[in-house]
Structures are given as structure tokens and as C-alpha cells.
């Protein structure tokens, strides 16, 4: 019995161990905001997906002690949803457990660290949804788990946001096309009518 009883323990304590590391996830609130990072869009600009671009500047502040990045292996720069965006969308929620947070969802660039002289240029995807916008970069050890953060918008996420405004599925030149027919149309259907009353003055005439 007694036997059977510290299995039961042991098994209990294993199994335990496994668990806090399966739903071990860093939280947000943990990590440190040591990159200093700049977008080219402006308060309130609006970008048109599939054609805007987006230049992304960023580095190590420098108000941190040095060795403070000694450990950061590579940067992760995402597009995230402003809080005006996340309202009643669940899909969109921020969450401090950085497993289950879904502010960040697009992908748009991931570089080895370095602590200067970093940039990128995104060109807007074609299906990005229309929203209202903020960077955020992710800095990751080693063993690849997130260490410390940094992004374009202040702590409450209210400044620096820009708008994308996705691709409706309409192209100009379809537009140009449905006016060119339409007054095409118009002056087929003016032109019949001349026609069709010359005709009828002629039969006029004969009579």
C-alpha cells in the first residue's frame, strides 16, 4: 500500500512538473520595452493596402546599462490592432499571456538582433483588413523565448496609430470601364431615337 501510495506521489509531482511547463507562457507585463522604434506613417494617416509602404527604424535605448541585450538573438516586427480596432472583435483581444494575446497578428519582418542601424520597408499585403494600427517588435533569447519588446504607440496605445484601409475588391479600371459603357449607352439610346423619329417624318412625308 505504502508502495502504491508513493507511485501515486511521484506520478502526481511528474505530471504537476509537465504541466507548469505546458502552460508556462511569458506575460507581457513581465518584459522589458528596451528598443526604441519609429514608423513612417503619421498620426491618423490613412495607407491604402496592396500599395503604401511602411519604413520601420529601430535600435536599443540607450538609457539601458550595457549588457542589457546581451542574451537578445532576433527581432520579430509585427503590425497591431489599435484598441479602437479590438472593441467587441474577440479575435482581436489583448491578453497579458503572450501565448493567448491576439493584438499582434501580422508578421512583418523577423532579423538577427542588432542594437543599431535596423530598418525595414513593408509594402502593405493586399489582404490586410481595414483597422486602425501600431508596430510592435519582440526581441528573443537564444532558446527563442520573447525577453523584451518595443513599439511606435505609448503604454495606453492612443498615439502614433495610423489607419490601412483594405482593398474593397473594385479596381479603377472597372470603374472607368462602367462609366465608358454607360455613356456609351446613353448616346446609342440618343442616336436610336434621332433615327427612329427621322424615319418616321419620312414615312410622314410620303403619306
Not at 33 to 51: M, Y
Request: glycine content about 4%; hydrophobic content about 40%.
Amino acid at each position: 500500500m505504502a508502495t502504491f501510495s508513493g507511485i501515486f506521489v511521484a506520478s502526481a509531482i511528474v505530471f504537476s512538473f509537465f504541466g507548469i511547463i505546458i502552460t508556462y507562457a511569458a506575460l507581457f507585463s513581465s518584459l522589458q520595452q528596451t528598443l526604441l522604434i519609429n514608423s513612417s506613417p503619421s498620426q491618423g494617416q490613412v495607407l491604402q493596402a496592396g500599395e503604401a509602404q511602411v519604413t520601420i527604424t529601430w535600435s536599443l535605448n540607450s538609457s539601458y546599462p550595457t549588457g542589457t541585450d546581451s542574451n537578445y538573438k532576433t527581432v520579430n516586427v509585427k503590425l497591431c490592432y489599435a484598441p479602437v480596432s479590438q472593441l467587441d472583435r474577440g479575435w482581436r483581444k489583448s491578453n497579458n499571456n503572450l501565448k493567448k494575446d491576439k493584438t499582434c497578428q501580422i508578421n512583418l519582418v523577423t532579423m538577427p538582433y542588432k542594437p543599431s542601424n535596423n530598418n525595414f520597408t513593408w509594402t502593405i499585403h493586399k489582404d490586410v483588413p481595414t483597422a486602425t494600427y501600431f508596430i510592435r517588435a519582440y526581441v528573443y533569447d537564444s532558446t527563442d523565448e520573447v525577453v523584451a519588446y518595443g513599439q511606435t504607440t505609448d503604454a495606453h496605445k492612443k498615439t502614433n496609430l495610423f489607419k490601412i484601409t483594405a482593398i474593397t475588391g473594385r479596381h479603377i479600371t472597372i470603374d472607368v470601364c462602367a462609366a465608358c459603357f454607360s455613356v456609351f449607352s446613353i448616346i446609342s439610346l440618343v442616336g436610336f431615337y434621332f433615327v427612329e423619329k427621322r424615319k418616321a417624318v419620312k414615312i410622314s412625308q410620303r403619306k
